[in-house]
């Protein structure tokens, strides 16, 4: 079945301790794409991915990093959580290695940073 | 300005109704557009993409204005299951790859 995977699906931490939340994609897709959804603010991209070694800045980056070693994975890492990254994240994929295709979702990361 | 701006809503429907939402953009050489449809924070799950000719699915239709700089989403015949979050999607292409969506629409139809 051609799926997004993200692991944990919750996670209650506090602050200052460094988490990895996994994604991975079985559906060979070079666009790789993290967001966060915050209420009111709708879903905001923090890192995207063009392909294995390729990543570039979303719109809030600040607090986050990534990294693309192989094609199907996409960890997002937070070196030193702090509560205002308290929030729900996706992973999402696509095809081809722009933004111009339709993106297949992972069921969500839901952080609590105390 | 945001670069996509959506009517928050709630729209509320009776079954039956018909309902239109518009999303705005400020980016003219954008390219690509959707629609997308969330449940309770669930994942976002694709609707339908937008065509420059304008496109149908079954009840729903999707049209692009450029020369207006607006996407809108038509729901006919609105059903209990249409109830949900709506929201559209542009890839701006310039200044890179990113993606920004909207803040949403939230629907919801009543009996």
């Known amino acids: 079945e051609a799926q997004v995977t993200q692991n944990p699906r919750y996670l209650i931490t506090v602050t200052g301790k460094k988490l990895t939340v996994t994604c991975s994609q079985n559906?060979?897709?070079?666009?790789m794409s993290w967001y966060r959804q915050d209420p009111g603010l709708g879903l905001r991209q923090i890192y995207y991915?063009?392909?294995?070694?390729?990543?570039d800045k979303g719109d809030v980056p600040e607090g986050y990093k990534v990294s693309r070693k192989e094609k199907r994975n996409f960890p997002l890492i937070l070196e030193s959580p702090s509560p205002n990254q308290t929030s729900l994240y996706f992973c999402?994929?696509?095809?081809?290695?722009?933004?111009?295709?339709?993106?297949?979702f992972g069921d969500g990361t839901r952080l609590s940073i105390l | 300005r945001k670069e996509v701006e959506q009517d928050p809503g709630p729209f509320n429907v009776p079954e039956g109704a018909t309902v239109a939402f518009n999303c705005t953009y400020s980016n003219s050489a954008s390219q690509s557009f959707f629609w997308y449809r969330q449940d309770c924070r669930k994942e976002p799950k694709l609707l339908m993409s937008?065509?420059?000719s304008g496109n149908e699915d079954g009840r729903f239709t999707a049209q692009l204005n450029r020369a207006s700089q607006y996407i809108s989403l038509l729901i006919r015949d609105s059903k209990l299951s249409d109830s949900a979050t709506y929201l559209c999607v542009v890839n701006p292409v310039t200044g890179g790859f990113k993606t920004i969506f909207g803040a949403g629409t939230r629907l919801f139809v009543k009996a």
């Open positions: 991915s063009m392909n294995v070694e390729v990543t």
């Open positions: 999402a994929s696509s095809v081809g290695g722009f933004a111009d295709q339709p993106q297949h």
């Open positions: 559906m060979n897709h070079e666009y």
């Open positions: 937008v065509y420059s």
